[in-house]
């Protein structure tokens, strides 16, 4: 008997291009899901040790099954689903901007007639997951628990120091496909302004503009995040500079905030290190979100993480950004590396 030609192939085995799935103008419906993964367990290797995830590595059946036939491997493991329909969302912009975003979910801006505000789509298709080693449903599910679990922490600080969360969905994908498929969608509001990254991207790449104090200043709001969290038994794992948006006022002030004649800051930036900040907050005080709260960790924190010094250091570490100077160092007061072996 001949055999099939890739052509001929059953239509359930083929995966459509994801530019023809998730692009500008794409409507989709979203439902609730009749239940959320479970909280997600952590590791803990050694007392007294960070947690970890553990590993989620693909067995060889699973494996066989993504490479021959993912598109069956994906209608197998459907989410289920209540009806009627909660929401609808059109996509506007993408906006992966991350190696893990780029390989577990598509992430972007969209509209609902359900809110006013822009929002935030982060939509988990194990269909196009890209991390061939891991277990892609597995790994998703995690995700999702870790930002339904995440919220019930936050919920202080919700809107403040995170996106406000909109909800938990199942997303119907069905343009393309022989039958329509159904995975998991974060929704989320949009959160303004400008990751770290590409704020010194367009403002100073080589970070030589920027004052010593205004780099502190940018270092520090970071540091006040971190250290918020940690009473709330969050350990945000991911806060590098494309996961910190700050909010810098459009106007411009009326009042210089150093003396560096060509210090893109000088009156866009309040600058005080002072913590905890007194209340209310300056106007031009620079004012963070994280706005990727997908490999979070949850933990008692220990009493040196509950001190602003350390967390200055945690960020300066993490971030190791070249232009972190050491003059910004001393004025951030306090400083010490952390020990290589830390676990931050």
Same mark, same amino acid.
């Given at each position: 008997m001949p055999r099939r030609s890739e052509a001929q192939a059953p239509r359930s085995r083929k995966r459509p291009d994801i530019e023809s799935v998730y692009q500008s103008g794409a409507s989709f419906s979203l439902f609730y899901p009749e239940r959320l993964p479970d909280?997600?367990?952590?590791r803990i290797a050694v007392p007294g040790a960070i947690p970890r995830w553990p590993q989620l590595r693909l067995d060889p059946e699973l494996r066989k099954q993504l490479r021959k036939v993912p598109l069956d491997a994906c209608y197998e493991r459907n989410i289920a689903y209540r009806t009627p329909v909660a929401t609808t969302i059109k996509l506007e912009e993408g906006l992966s901007t991350g190696f893990r975003e780029e390989q577990a979910a598509q992430v972007w801006r969209v509209s609902s007639p359900s809110y006013t505000e822009s929002l935030v789509a982060r939509l988990y298709d194990p269909l196009y997951y890209n991390n061939l080693s891991t277990d892609r449903f597995a790994d998703i599910e995690r995700s999702v628990a870790i930002y339904n679990?995440?919220?019930?922490? $936050?919920?202080?600080?919700?809107?403040?120091?995170?996106?406000a969360l909109r909800?938990? &969905?199942? %997303?119907?994908? @069905?343009?393309?496909f022989p039958k329509p498929r159904y995975i998991y969608?974060?929704? @989320?509001d949009y959160v303004p302004g400008t990751d770290l990254r590409r704020l010194f991207k367009e403002h100073d790449p080589d970070g030589k503009k920027t004052c010593d104090p205004h780099k502190a200043a940018l270092i520090d709001c970071a540091a006040r995040l971190l250290y918020d969290f940690f009473p709330l038994t969050i350990y945000p794992h991911d806060m590098?500079?494309?996961?910190? %948006?700050i909010d810098i006022p459009d106007t411009p002030s009326l009042e210089d905030f150093c003396d560096v004649e060509g210090c893109p800051w000088r009156n866009k930036i309040h600058i005080d290190l =002072? &913590?905890?900040? @007194?209340?209310? =907050?300056?106007?031009?005080?620079?004012?963070?979100? *994280?706005? #990727?709260? #997908?490999? $979070?960790? &949850? *933990? =008692?924190?220990?009493?040196?993480? $509950? #001190?602003?010094s350390y967390c200055r250091s945690w960020i %300066?570490? $993490?971030?190791?950004a070249p232009w972190i100077s050491s003059q910004c160092l001393d004025i951030l007061g306090r400083w010490q590396p952390l020990d290589e072996g830390s676990d931050a």
């Open positions: 909280k997600p367990v952590q679990e995440a919220y019930k922490h $936050l919920k202080s600080v919700e809107g403040s120091h995170v996106p909800g938990i &969905f199942v %997303v119907e994908i @069905s343009a393309g969608c974060v929704l @989320s590098y500079t494309r996961n910190v %948006v =002072e &913590f905890p900040r @007194s209340q209310p =907050e300056h106007q031009y005080a620079p004012k963070a979100k *994280m706005i #990727d709260l #997908d490999i $979070l960790r &949850f *933990m =008692e924190p220990k009493a040196w993480m $509950l #001190d602003i %300066v570490k $993490l971030w190791n």
